[in-house]
């Protein structure tokens, strides 16, 4: 069985850092692209960046580009998200997400 499970997440405050994680089970990690998307108060779900496997590319939207880094330990089987210079607007549930399974998700609050 596919499990994602997120963790991590929490409040700071603007300006503030946090590093996610996604420990992920039941296929096998290292061959597949692994992507984070988030969803804000009120909005749909929104990509927010992308690792593939192999050569470990990496992608990122324009909004958390020079902020955010997305990373992979294909030996622990699990993905992150570095998260600096935070924002209000980044304020959502991050997910990790493949082939469109997702994990429960974790919150991720920005405010002073």
């Known amino acids: 069985e596919v499990q994602l499970v997120e963790s991590g997440g929490g409040l700071v405050q603007p300006g503030g850092s946090l590093r996610l994680s996604c420990a992920a089970s039941g296929f096998s990690f290292r061959s597949y692209a692994m992507s984070w998307v988030r969803q804000a108060p009120g909005k749909g779900l929104e990509w927010v960046s992308q690792?593939?496997?192999?050569?470990?590319?990496?992608y990122y939207a324009d909004p958390v580009k020079g902020r955010f880094t997305i990373s992979r330990d294909n030996a622990k089987n699990t993905l992150y998200l570095q998260m600096n210079s935070l924002k209000p607007e980044d304020m959502a549930v991050y997910y990790c997400?493949?082939?469109?399974?997702r994990g429960p998700g974790t919150q991720v609050t920005v405010s002073s």
């Open positions: 997400e493949f082939t469109g399974i």
């Open positions: 690792i593939n496997s192999g050569n470990g590319d990496t």
